[in-house]
Structure formats: C-alpha cells, structure tokens
C-alpha cells in the first residue's frame, strides 16, 4: 500500500509517489546550494505583501522574523533538508511553517515556485559572476606584473610549435592579458543580463494581487524587473551565456596551462613552478608535476560539457516553465565553482613560478628565428621580398648540412650571396635586436610591449 505523504501541492492527489520515484524528482540535494536566496527572495516578497496590504503587515512581521530565523539557522548550519520536501523551496516553506505555525502559508501569496526558483537563480549567479571578475582582474594584474618583469626577456615565438620569430616574453604574456580582459568584458555584460528580477512573474502569466515588482526588484538590489512575465520564467540566457563564458575563459586558461606544462618539461626548461603547485610522483623520486595546470585543462572538459548539456535542455522547450529546468543547476553550479578555482589556481602558479630567462634567451641562439631578419635585411636594400626569401631559405639548407646558424656564416660568404650584405647583418641577426626592431603597431618590439603595458594598468 503506498502511503499518501503530505506534500504542499497535494491537494489534488489521492495516492503518494513511491520514494524512488519522488527521489528522482527531488532537487534538495543540489538547489540547497541556493538557500541562502531563496529566503533573501522570500524576505523581499513578503516584506512588499506587508507593504502592500496583501497581507497585513503583523503576518508579513511574524513571516520575516521566521525567514530571519532561518537563515541564522542556515548560517549556523543548522538546516535539515528532506528529499520529501522536494526542493529548497518547498524545504524553507516547511522549515518556515514549524518555526511560525500556519501563517507561513501567507507567504507563498502571488509567488511561484518558477519565479522563485528563477529569482533564486539570478540571486546566486550574481554573486558568483562578482566573484569571477575579481578573480579575473587579479589574473590580469599578475599577468601585467609579469609582463613588466619581462617585458626584455627574450624567447622564441613559436608556429606550429617551432621557433618562428624571437619575442619578448613580456609581449606573449600580455596576449593571454588580452584574451582574459576580453573575458572579463563577456562576464561583465553577463551580468547585465543577470541582474533583472523575474520575482512576480508568478507560474508564468503574473498575478491578480496588487503586488509590486519594482519593490522586490530594489530590495533583492536588482537592476529592474522583467518586462514579460513568461519570459521571465523560461528564461535561462543569463545562464548559458555564463557557461559559454566559462568555457571560452577555461580554453583560454587550458591554452595557458598547456603552455606552462611545456615549458617546465626537461627539454624546454623555460620556468620552474613553484613547489606549492606542482605534486610528486608516488614511484619516481626526482618527479615534480604540473598537476595543477594539467587540471585547469582537464577541467574545460566538464565546463564545456555543461554548456551542451543546458543548450540540449533548452533546445526545444515550450513556453513557459518546464520541469527539465531543473537540470540547468548542477552544471551552473559546478562550472562556477570550477572557474573561481581554476582561476586562483592559475594566478597563484604563474605568480610564483621562476622564469629562466637565460634558458629562454639562449634558446633563440641556436636556431634559425632569425631567418626573417635576414630576408628582412634584404628587402630593405631592395631585393624583393620573394628573391631575398629564396636567397635566405638556400642559406639555411646550407647551414643545416654544415651544422652552422645564420650568424655563425662568415662575412666573406655572405658578399658572395649578396653584395648588398655588410658588416651590420650580425647586429641583425642578434634576437635582441630583432625584437627590438619590431616596432609596428602592436608588435613585440619592448617599446610597443611598454606601451600595451601601459594602456592595460590603465584600464
Ligand atoms: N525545483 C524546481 C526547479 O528547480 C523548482 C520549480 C518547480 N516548479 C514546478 N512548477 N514544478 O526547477
């Protein structure tokens, strides 16, 4: 025999849903994550019912003084969710209703779950993107700091993972600055989108009571309320725009990271992570891994996942609210607390690594990243760019099978290719100076990397 349990929406049922079942339904177990707004949200609600005569002002008193109640309890935490209760906010109206009796069934007047759930939802994901530009912002200062550093430390630039042209590390540094500000930038208009009210919406066509979104908007410190009610129940935008976010963010964190593991391997040897973020090796004792790093782009794996998984959800659904809504939490919730992480984490590991600025330097002396100097070198005296190209890859033929570099050729060798070369080619060839020469707009030449420094402390 089932037994009929009492549920808040039971009036019409006859029969109870089997445990299993309800457990399948139930969301407590994750939506607790949000207790905190739901009853800042209802605390908003009930304070605008007083204000507006919905309900008298000694029933919304008594119900604010419970809500107040419940989250110092909540804080304290002292709250026991039931799966019974479905959810957190049937969990918080039961609470609610032991803690002051039956008045408590006053407050879910002119109020939905599906514009409580929703509100609860901009409550939390506001919070969470404040955290996510703080963190993003300290990010970009180390990142800047570090630029500064090295804004005269030389390394190769590489395509297709070969060395291509010597840049400054200062330069290649402030291209991931580039890519995070314009993360922040996504994360910001975010925002905007997250910070309306869908409170008052109600189940999805608004209310007969003479309630008063404004209110409820200002007091939950909201930019304005939703102008269309049906939109304000279904929407999940704010969410998938965050997951999008997150996801590019995490590539780009995952770019870096893959950066990092490669530089600290034996054959590069750029930089050294410091040993509060690298782990040892349970069997090889001279191990020391960039766990961390490998896990910032492992973890893009999970972000990326719960962006399909919430456009897979929302793809067809009807209007208004839907119960597949619900599964748009755990994948929020588990991408915020991955990227405010992940973000620590990579500050942290980029701060306190070592550069070796030697190895690095060193590393564009002995290979040909100066090729294009030479073509360039050329080209400046007149030859056309495409014979000086030619005239320069025979060179390095040349060099490769005599086990030479291009500023290893004596000078009498380069007169016989090319009466136009003199003295000043070694100069040239120097990496330094073919950093510093790259002077155009935006290019690695240290006075254009001052200056991207400059505007970035700016902004
Ligand atoms: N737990 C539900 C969710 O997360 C709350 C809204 C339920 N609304 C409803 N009409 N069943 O979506």
Not at 206 to 224: C, M, N
Not at 300 to 328: C, F
Not at 379 to 392: I, Q, T, Y
Not at 404 to 428: A, K, M, N
Request: charged share 25%; proline share 2%; net charge negative.
């Amino acid at each position: 025999m089932m037994t009929k349990k009492h549920k808040l929406w039971g009036g019409r049922f006859e029969a109870g849903l089997e445990d299993w079942v309800e457990e399948f339904g139930a969301s407590i177990s994750f939506d607790q994550k949000m207790a905190k707004y739901d009853i800042q949200g209802s605390l908003a609600h009930v304070t605008m019912l007083g204000e507006t005569g919905i309900i008298t002002a000694e029933e919304a008193a008594a119900i604010k003084a419970g809500l107040e109640k419940l989250l110092e309890q909540y804080e304290a935490g002292q709250l026991v969710f039931t799966v019974d209760n479905e959810d957190i906010h049937m969990n918080i109206e039961t609470l609610l209703t032991a803690e002051i009796g039956p008045v408590a069934g006053k407050l879910h007047t002119a109020r939905s779950r599906n514009d409580q759930v929703a509100t609860d939802m901009h409550l939390y994901l506001k919070a969470k993107l404040k955290e996510v530009l703080e963190k993003l912002d300290h990010l970009c200062s180390v990142l800047v700091n570090l630029a500064d550093k090295h804004t005269y430390t030389i390394m190769p630039g590489y395509t297709h993972l070969q060395h291509a042209q010597p840049v400054s590390f200062g330069h290649h540094l402030l291209a991931y600055y580039n890519m995070f500000a314009r993360d922040r930038e996504r994360f910001a208009f975010n925002l905007e989108h997250t910070d309306i009210s869908p409170l008052g919406a109600a189940a999805l066509a608004g209310t007969t009571f003479p309630i008063d979104r404004e209110r409820t908007s200002d007091l939950l410190g909201f930019a304005k309320p939703y102008s269309n009610s049906l939109d304000a129940v279904s929407d999940r935008d704010f969410i998938l725009e965050f997951l999008a976010n997150a996801s590019i963010l995490m590539m780009h964190m995952s770019r870096i990271c893959e950066e990092v593991i490669n530089w600290c391997s034996k054959e590069f040897s750029f930089i050294s992570l410091s040993d509060t973020f690298s782990t040892g090796s349970s069997i090889m004792p001279q191990k020391k891994n960039p766990d961390m790093a490998e896990l910032i782009r492992g973890k893009s794996g999970r972000v990326y996942g719960n962006l399909l998984g919430l456009l897979t959800v929302m793809k067809s659904l009807p209007l208004a609210y839907n119960k597949d809504l619900q599964e748009d939490k755990e994948g929020m919730f588990d991408t915020a607390e991955t990227v405010t992480v992940a973000l620590d984490i990579l500050a942290g590991m980029l701060d306190t690594m070592t550069v070796h600025e030697q190895v690095m330097s060193q590393a564009t002396e002995q290979d040909f990243s100066n090729a294009t100097e030479l073509a360039d070198y050329l080209a400046d005296k007149g030859l056309p760019f495409r014979e000086a190209h030619a005239v320069v890859g025979k060179l390095v033929l040349e060099c490769t099978k005599a086990g030479c570099y291009l500023q290893d050729v004596p000078l009498e060798r380069y007169q016989e290719i090319s009466d136009l070369i003199e003295e000043d080619i070694y100069d040239t060839l120097r990496s330094h100076t073919a950093v510093e020469r790259r002077q155009s707009l935006g290019g690695t030449g240290f006075d254009q990397v001052k200056q991207q420094i400059q505007q970035a402390r700016k902004k």
